[in-house]
Structure formats: C-alpha cells, structure tokens
C-alpha cells in the first residue's frame, strides 16, 4: 500500500473567473462589485493594500465570502473618470496563501478608459536599497507645493520588493510626483520618520513612460526633540532626531563628571564617577532647551566589564582592545603574552584619550602565534564593573599579510568622501579631491565602497530638503564586493563626475 499524500503543493495565486459589473467596465454606474474567483480566498490588511485612483475621497468596504469577493464603494463617483483598484498583497488563496500580488480592478464612468501608465524605482538615498511598500503619488497639476503634506495624491501605487512600482490609466496631463514611506498609512508628509523622494520638475504624461529611479531621504526636522534619555549605572545618553552643535548641559544635584562623548552628533553620553540614583539634566543649543529627570535603571543581576579585541597584530605592532565604558584602572601587571615557549611577557599598555581603549604595544615576531592574557579584575569601568579572566590568541602579521586598495577616479569637480565598509560598519573614511586614492594594510576580505559626492565640502553627507527643493547629495556604490587578498594592490576604477 502506498500512502495517500495529497498531491502536490498549490503554488497558485487565486484566478478571477468573473466580475460583476465586468473588469474594465465602462459608463460604470454601480456602488457595488462582485468578483468570483477560481478558489477560497482570504484578504489581509485591507485598509492598507486595497489603493483606489484617482483619489476622489472614495472609500472601499471588502467582505469576503468563500471564492467571491464583493466590494462597496462610499462616496461619489466623477463623471468620464477612469478608477483603478490595486489590491496590493492583501488577496490570497486560503489553504497555501498564495498572493494575488497587484492584481486590479478597472472601470470608467465615461464611454473610455484612461491608458496612460508610468513606472519606475524608488531607493534609499543614502543607503542604495530599494524601498518596499513605499507609496508612489501623482498630484494633477495645477497644485501647491503643500499639497503633498495637506492632500492625498489623485493616483497612486506601492512599490514592491525590488523598489518597483506601476501606476496605471492615468488622464493625460501635467503632474508632481512624490514616493513616501509612511509610518500612518494616510498617504500624506506628515512625519519626520518619513521618507521622501520627488522629481524637480513636474511631468507631462501624454503616453507610457519609464521614469529614473526616485531617490527618497529622511529630511533633517525643523526642531531639536529629544527621542530617548536614559541613566544606566554611571552612564546618561541622550539620543536626540537630528545632528546636535554645541550642546550644552547642566547637571543637578552637581556630580563629578569622567567622560562626555560623541558632542556634535545625534547623541549625547555623559559618563559620571560617582553612581547616582536620580539627577535633572539642562540641555541648552541653538533655538532648544529641555529638562529631564533621570532616574536610574535598576540593575537586574551583576553584570562584568564587555570588551572587543582585534585579535590580529597590525604591522604598527599594536593591539586595540576596546570597552563600551570608559575604563578607571587599568592594572598593567595583570596583563601579560605569552609564547610557544610558555615564557610570559610582561607587555606596555596604556588607555587612549577616551578611557574606552587599551592599547598594547609589542615587537612581535611574524608569523607567530601569542596568548594574550588578562586577569580576574585587571580591568575596572566607571559603572564599577571589572572583567572576568579572559584569554585571546593572537597572531602576529608583517606587511605581506595585508591587502591594499588603489582607486582611480576621473578629476572630481568637488571633494569626495571615500568610506569602505565591513558588514555594513565603516572601517576607513577619506575626503580627498585627488585622482588616486591609496588605501593601505587592509585585512584580505571583502568590502563594500561607498561614493559620497559632498558638493557643498562640510565633510559629511547632506540630506535633502523639499520645502527648498534639494535633493540630497549623490551617493554611489561601487558595483559589488571588493575582494581584497593577502600582498596584493587591488586597483579598482571609478567614475565620480
């Protein structure tokens, strides 16, 4: 006997057998619709897939009851106006989920359908990843520059995985066209955790058109606000919506203070010597003045001292172990190599200017292997927290060992910031207006580039900003990984005009 299975697996979206008034319907007079389909079906997150355009304040009511769909239609209906309904991903079959991606509905209530469509991308400007589920609106012209915070755009689509997007029977015309992505799905620019992208110029839709790629940003707030504080044994942080000069603070009751770190940024950390259980804190810049209390976190077990070693010797002959918190003692009789031969060395180490990294000097031998050790408490942080024994292995490299990287550029028309990354974090940065770049002693791995055009040479990417019409400055990526390998230059060629 053999066992009954079931028979293969459905990998079938749900088909349309017939619609009520007819798919493509014109001189449409119905509030009603209803569809059959080929299967069971289910419908998730209506409200936010099903998109109705143009948008005339119409509103759309989905029931489903086993293969049929009926839709109701509130609000009333333009003459000679063609509508499309877009489903998005909210139509799937019921036993596997198959989903009925952009499938859409389309009628006329005059004796013609509108035909006109456009399509494109929509990607982060910073980042280069193409943006799901952003929305792409058209305004019909003519219109404000408000209109995309005050109104809800006439047509409009959701881009999908890949960033693309379609809007179809569009009227001819003249149109802006904006893509967000909303945090409140009500299709307007009403947030600053929103992302915006817009074309300069407007467009005059009069056949099918393929548009460039919309790049969308997070537009710098008008406002300083504070977005999260936090007081966590002797550490205060500050996390604030926008990049922050010359903040100043006041602390009460008066405490003696160790660190302040990461000024000028987007975030504020105080480190103090002593513990305290609650303080106020005045914050004071440009235009922005807050006061907080601050009370400490209660601490829910004992916790030790965290550290991150570079477990490789660089050819400087310098070790960098780094602490999440400033360190207050630092034992150096605690801290010790020690070789094949098992003889122990006792080795120079200090704290650099941070307090947050130990660095050890050696002339190591290349091509050798080490066990660098330190002891139960070598190691006290400002949060009195101290390390457990810790053991690493260390191997020490010559110049051979490492890679570099040349890269030639035609002569750039302002200064370019070079940043190479490692999964994502950010090992080496250059601003340079040069035509070669040498990027040395390089760990052989594989690395991304990216290309950042600073047109107005502040030494860091600049956002864009819609109410004065900015797009935010080019970034480019190199196409792939750079693969670099051990005593090896790697020269990679690079367009940046």
């Not at 990027?439 to 860091?460: A, C, V």
């Amino acid at each position: 006997m053999v066992a009954l299975t079931g028979g293969e697996k459905d990998t079938i979206a749900p088909v349309l057998l017939k619609a009520k008034p007819n798919n493509f319907q014109t001189n449409f007079n119905s509030n009603t619709i209803e569809m059959v389909f080929d299967e069971y079906l289910q419908l998730k997150n209506a409200e936010e897939q099903l998109i109705i355009s143009p948008n005339n304040g119409l509103k759309i009511k989905a029931k489903i009851k086993g293969k049929k769909i009926n839709l109701s239609l509130i609000g009333d209906l333009k003459e000679n106006t063609t509508y499309n309904i877009n489903f998005g991903e909210a139509l799937s079959d019921y036993t596997e989920s198959n989903i009925l991606r952009d499938f859409q509905y389309v009628f006329s209530t005059g004796a013609n359908l509108d035909s006109i469509s456009i399509r494109g991308q929509v990607k982060d400007a910073f980042k280069g990843d193409y943006l799901k589920d952003a929305i792409v609106g058209l305004y019909a012209l003519p219109v404000s520059d408000s209109c995309v915070y005050l109104n809800k755009p006439d047509y409009y689509a959701r881009t999908n995985a890949q960033g693309y997007y379609q809007i179809k029977n569009i009227k001819e015309g003249k149109y802006k066209i904006f893509a967000l992505t909303e945090t409140n799905n009500n299709k307007i620019y009403d947030s600053e955790e929103e992302f915006i992208g817009f074309n300069t110029n407007s467009l005059d839709l009069k056949k099918d058109t393929a548009l460039g790629v919309i790049e969308a940003f997070r537009a710098s707030p008008n406002k300083i606000k504070l977005k999260e504080s936090s007081l966590k044994g002797n550490k205060i942080s500050f996390l604030f919506n926008q990049k922050v000069k010359n903040i100043q603070y006041q602390i009460k009751p008066k405490t003696s203070i160790l660190l302040v770190d990461k000024t000028n940024t987007d975030s504020l950390e105080i480190y103090l010597k002593e513990k305290k259980d609650s303080i106020n804190i005045i914050l004071t810049a440009d235009g922005y003045r807050d006061t907080v209390l601050l009370k400490n976190e209660k601490d829910k077990k004992k916790s030790f001292l965290k550290l991150d070693i570079n477990n490789y010797q660089n050819p400087s002959n310098t070790i960098f172990i780094n602490s999440l918190l400033p360190l207050t003692i630092l034992n150096n009789d605690s801290i010790y190599l020690k070789t094949d031969s098992l003889k122990y060395i006792k080795v120079n180490t200090k704290l650099s200017e941070n307090l947050k990294e130990i660095i050890i000097n050696y002339s190591f031998e290349n091509n050798k292997k080490y066990e660098l050790f330190i002891a139960d408490s070598a190691l006290v942080n400002n949060n009195t927290e101290h390390n457990k024994s810790l053991k690493y292995q260390v191997k020490s490299f010559n110049e051979e060992s490492f890679g570099n990287l040349i890269i030639h550029t035609s002569p750039p028309a302002y200064q370019i910031i070079y940043e190479l990354l490692s999964t994502e974090k950010v090992i080496y940065r250059i601003i340079s207006k040069e035509e070669d770049i040498s990027i040395k002693l390089l760990n052989p791995g594989e690395y991304k580039l990216r290309i950042i055009k600073d047109e107005n040479n502040n030494n860091s990417w600049d956002m864009g900003n819609y109410h004065l019409k900015q797009q935010a400055e080019k970034v480019n990526y190199y196409p792939g990984n750079i693969r670099v390998r051990a005593n090896w230059d790697l020269e990679i060629n690079i367009k940046t005009k």
